[in-house]
């Protein structure tokens, strides 16, 4: 291991991969920061440029870009309510009250933290038990990946942070849209109404990019004269108070696991481990109804986790060769047309590329950390903009994210349809979040069940009596009964309580 | 009455216009200026996949054969017919390309489904940019250790292997349906979301066989983690010499690759062609490319358009057979 890791230290320190590491970062936090502009589409635009690089180099570039808008996405969430990518869309929920408060220095800090913590985590995993996790989770079947998508959904209804019921009617809501696209089991269209576009289902960014950022937009539009920012964020605003990290340590722990976890699993990603961290912590919660108005809690746990998950989601990608998302299919794409197979024979045949590129993690990372905690007035004096100059560059960066995601115009419409959709769900005070978490967890939960049950050929007893598949869905079951007991025994108090009340009266 | 009337005054001004336009951009595509600015080649999937690959290793080259950058685009969604649509629809004027593989050229249409555009009279095929094969591998632990072996066992225990793919009438699907029906056995198909969660239950060992591409699954049959047991290309594959072809497993003439072809708009300029054609085959012959062909599974092929169109056809006509003697038309 320390061999190794000599060997990845040596590689990743020459002067060009630091470089070529620190423009990856650099460039990852910028696109981060721009709402709609994701590391997808900004690694998808930078491929070409790598071919003239070392492999190795081009990864450390492509991996910084990668984790690097992880961190990015967090600042437009906290000071302006615009996720800069979907993960975060949860982090605008308790970041931008906190930024509200006058806390933004605080909210930021912590998440920088958080997000160095939840990389660390991640990386560590990545690092010491790489290929024991990647046989984890080789070893989840479409039956268990059914279960842990069931938890989800069930966790997911707390997401909104208010009533049960919108959190419910949201999660259905995306559910219902998730079903948009080609149904994987019978290759039947559904719901696509002729146009080519839909037969791949909606797409996540433009939805997220409405929902969230044009309709905050429209409503800060609306409501302009009576909202202004004179905060300034210096270093001292920064310094989180005793309570604020003692109360951190834990979700960030919490959001570290889910999102190491989660990330190395195939097909999950930092959207779902950031959604389900947060439910967590409000599930753990003593006080729930602190979120959704400025819980350090619920940006701490949700930015360790999709950082966490950005780490982690090289495992499988690594070290058996299966990239669990789009983003990690193109650095693939880059490995192989530097001539190396991804596989798992990767760590043992290029070991200057994995250990190399591992090592630069860690430097990525602590260059993060770096840009992010004295450079944060640096992306702070964006707000010092007035708004009717942040808010047309943002509509127009939104567009021009979501348009170069896929080339397609159909997509900037999806935009404006989800804007519209956005605005009317605040100004009824609907939540979007569980919509997005609904949506993601959907399709996966549909396609999943009805494999397995193809699978056990039709009989859910074979589905429930697979060890894992049935413990996992015994946890839900158990929430769903832990919810159900907790709503009874709240209504039986709140009966007594307003007997006694009429009693003295 | 009257909207008739008004619908065909527009269809005969936008007839004229397009005319118009036709005539205009023949004449700014005359050969010998060809190209004097950018060409787009649209990939109808995302970029690191194995199109756009195959699209970027050849862009190269013709760059440098056609002097001026062909930049690849990529516009994926629905089996890459919606790439393809934006380029059936684009000017006719060699400046946009598409790359269109077995299933936005032909299998998306045949079982059904509207793809957005006609092959035949909207696109004119330039040449064929290489063909793949598939292998058909099983999960480690599985008894049989031959193709005939594997095909018996599944005559002697009807409806207990499972065979995944990447998807509902892809190549994979279509191709392990035809070996079965000749072999006249019986597998269940699960269908995936593209490769990656196929190979993710077959190296898990949930699915027992699955129908991966060649350049996909090389390494993890070096590493032992899934078992080849052929390849359905008409000759074995470079990247895995060892394992059979399923003809010499005992199916004379059971072939099945997937390819790409360069095509373009319908009504470009034959010079325009003829220059895009001596590009392609100029890469084909290019040490660079053969070098990263090998890499990739790839058998390169030479052929005039003429061929490529008489080579359409030719596969058109196989999978359509095909799809109508298994009844799997979606519609």
């Known amino acids: ?505 | 009455m009257l909207s008739q009337t008004w619908n065909n005054a527009c269809r005969t001004i936008a007839a004229g216009a397009l005319a118009g336009l036709a005539v205009m951009s023949a004449g700014a595509a005359l050969a010998q200026d060809y190209p004097d600015g950018p060409v787009t080649l649209v990939v109808g999937f995302p970029p690191g996949g194995s199109t756009d690959v195959v699209a970027r290793i050849l862009a190269e080259n013709m760059s440098e054969t056609l002097g001026q950058p062909v930049l690849v685009e990529n516009r994926p969604g629905a089996s890459g017919t919606v790439g393809i649509a934006y380029v059936a629809t684009s000017e006719p004027d060699g400046y946009t390309l598409g790359v269109s593989g077995l299933g936005s050229s032909i299998l998306v249409a045949a079982t059904g489904r509207d793809t957005g555009y006609d092959i035949d009279s909207q696109l004119d095929i330039v040449g064929v940019m290489g063909t793949l094969g598939l292998v058909i591998a099983g999960r480690t632990g599985l008894e049989p250790q031959t193709l005939e072996e594997l095909l018996q066992y599944a005559a002697d225990h009807p409806g207990e292997l499972t065979y995944g793919s990447s998807g509902v009438g892809t190549p994979g699907h279509l191709a392990m349906e035809y070996l079965l029906s000749l072999a006249d056995v019986e597998m269940l198909h699960i269908p995936y979301q593209g490769n990656t969660p196929l190979m993710n239950d077959v190296l898990g060992g949930h699915v027992d066989i699955a129908l991966l591409t060649t350049p996909g699954s090389a390494e993890q049959v070096r590493a032992g983690g899934i078992y080849p047991y052929a390849v359905t290309s008409p000759e074995r594959s470079p990247l895995m010499p060892e394992v059979p072809t399923v003809m010499e497993s005992g199916f004379e003439g059971f072939t099945a690759t997937l390819w790409n072809l360069l095509v373009t708009p319908q009504g470009t300029p034959e010079d325009v062609q003829m220059r895009l054609s001596e590009a392609l085959n100029t890469a084909m012959q290019d040490a660079d490319v053969l070098a990263a062909y090998a890499e990739q599974g790839l058998a390169p092929t030479i052929t005039t358009p003429a061929e490529a169109t008489a080579f359409l056809d030719q596969e058109r006509e196989k999978w359509e057979g095909v799809i109508a003697a298994l009844g799997i038309a979606t519609e």
Request: proline content about 5%; overall charge positive.
């Open chain 1, 1 to 505: 291991m320390l061999e190794n890791m000599a060997l990845g230290f040596a590689t990743a320190f020459t002067a060009t991969n630091l470089f070529y590491c620190f423009l990856g970062v650099f460039l990852g936090t910028f696109i981060g920061v721009l709402p709609g502009l994701g590391s997808l589409a900004a690694i998808s635009m930078l491929l070409p440029l790598t071919f003239y690089l070392e492999p190795t180099t081009a990864l450390i570039m492509l991996g910084g870009i990668y984790y690097g808008g992880e961190y990015g996405g967090s600042i437009a969430s906290i000071l302006l309510n615009l996720p800069g990518t979907p993960s975060h869309a949860v982090t605008c929920l308790d970041g931008n009250p906190l930024a509200k408060q006058g806390r933004a220095g605080v909210a930021l800090f912590i998440t920088a933290i958080a997000s160095f913590v939840g990389g660390t985590v991640g990386i560590v995993a990545l690092m010491g038990f790489g290929p024991a996790i990647a046989r984890i989770g080789l070893s989840f079947g479409p039956g268990d990946y059914f279960a842990l998508m069931l938890l989800g959904l069930v966790a997911a209804v707390t997401v909104g942070g208010g009533s049960v019921i919108k959190g419910l009617i949201m999660v259905v809501l995306g559910l219902l849209l998730g079903t948009v696209g080609t149904d994987v089991t019978s290759g039947e269209f559904r719901y696509t109404f002729d146009f080519l576009e839909l037969r791949d289902g909606v797409s996540l960014v433009a939805m997220a990019m409405g929902l969230f950022g044009v309709a905050e937009v429209i409503s800060s539009v609306r409501g302009s004269s009576e909202r202004k920012i004179t905060q300034r964020v210096t270093l001292r605003s920064m310094v989180p108070t005793r309570a604020d990290m003692r109360r951190t340590l834990k979700p960030m722990a919490r959001g570290s696991s889910i999102g190491g976890f989660l990330g190395a699993l195939p097909g999950t990603g930092v959207v779902i481990s950031a959604f389900l961290a947060y439910a967590t912590e409000i599930r753990v919660a003593k006080d729930k109804s602190r979120f959704g108005k400025g819980a350090i809690e619920g940006i701490a746990a949700p930015e360790s986790a999709n950082n966490a998950a950005a780490q982690t989601a090289f495992i499988p990608t690594l070290t058996i060769g299966i990239p669990g998302s789009a983003t990690m299919s193109i650095m693939l794409g880059a490995l192989m047309i530097h001539g190396i197979s991804p596989g798992p024979l990767l760590v043992s045949d290029h070991p200057t590329v994995f250990w190399g590129l591992i090592a630069s993690f860690w430097i990525g990372n602590i260059f993060l950390l770096i840009l992010n905690v004295p450079l944060i007035g640096m992306w702070v004096r964006v707000l010092q903009f007035p708004y009717k100059f942040i808010y047309p560059v943002v509509i127009a960066l939104i567009c021009i994210g979501v348009f170069s995601m896929r080339t397609s115009v159909f997509d900037v419409w999806l935009v404006v349809i989800f804007g519209a959709l956005g605005y009317l769900l605040q100004r009824v005070g609907y939540s979007p979040a569980p919509l997005i978490l609904g949506f993601v967890l959907g399709p996966m939960l549909e396609e999943n069940l009805r494999r397995a049950m193809l699978m056990a050929r039709g009989d859910p007893y074979r589905l429930v009596a697979d060890p894992l598949t049935g413990t996992i869905l015994a946890i839900s079951g158990l929430l769903v009964l832990w919810a159900v007991l907790g709503g009874v025994r709240r209504w039986f108090g709140a009966r007594r309580l307003a007997k006694y009340s009429v009693d003295e009266a």
